[in-house]
């Protein structure tokens, strides 16, 4: 079990979004410097993301891309969910009519309950919480610089 890249650079382009929050369009060419992720793969993920209203694009000479909701208002499992997919990690949990062995089968619940687990853990954070997270983790790296020469 393990997310995809598609999954990790998403949250990454979208936390760097709502880090920038409120500054105006942000070029692909600048998350991907401070990201460290190749351009071309950051706008392979943006179409999803404006599909389903997380991202907004804007053309021109100041054009950019925003996010499509105050970053309070988007939770990481909307991000998730949108590049990866429900989060169900096997079919008979999604679709238990394909399996005649479900009021028997003890593995299914036990998939059931991991699946609400990382289901509720996503939606409880959003890009603003993340954001805070950021800035206090830059907070301790600055301290712990300062301190250290």
């Known amino acids: 079990m393990k997310l995809s ?3 990790r650079y998403g949250l ?4 760097d979004l709502a880090v920038h929050y409120g500054e105006g369009p942000v070029l692909l060419r600048e998350v991907a410097r401070r990201e460290e992720i190749s ?3 950051l706008s392979n993920l943006v179409n ?3 599909a389903r209203g997380l991202v907004e694009a804007t053309r021109g000479v100041h054009g950019g891309y925003v996010l499509g909701k105050p970053p309070a208002e988007i939770t990481m499992r909307e991000i998730v969910e949108v590049l990866e997919g429900p989060l169900c990690l096997v079919d008979c949990v999604a679709k238990p009519a394909g399996c005649n062995r479900i009021p028997l089968c003890v593995a299914r619940d036990l ?3 991991v699946a609400r ?3 509720q853990v996503l939606e409880k954070y959003t890009l603003a ?3 805070e997270r950021q800035e206090a ?5 600055l301290t712990t610089t300062t301190l250290s020469e």
């Not at 990454?12 to 936390?15: A, D, H, S, T, V």
């Not at 983790?137 to 790296?141: F, N, Q, T």
């Open 137 to 141: 983790k830059r907070e301790i790296s």
């Open 39 to 41: 351009e071309k793969y």
């Open 111 to 113: 998939w059931s309950e």
């Open 12 to 15: 990454r382009l979208m936390i």
């Open 5 to 7: 890249t598609k999954g």
């Open 129 to 131: 919480d993340m954001v």
């Open 117 to 119: 687990g990382i289901s």
């Open 48 to 50: 999803p993301l404006k």
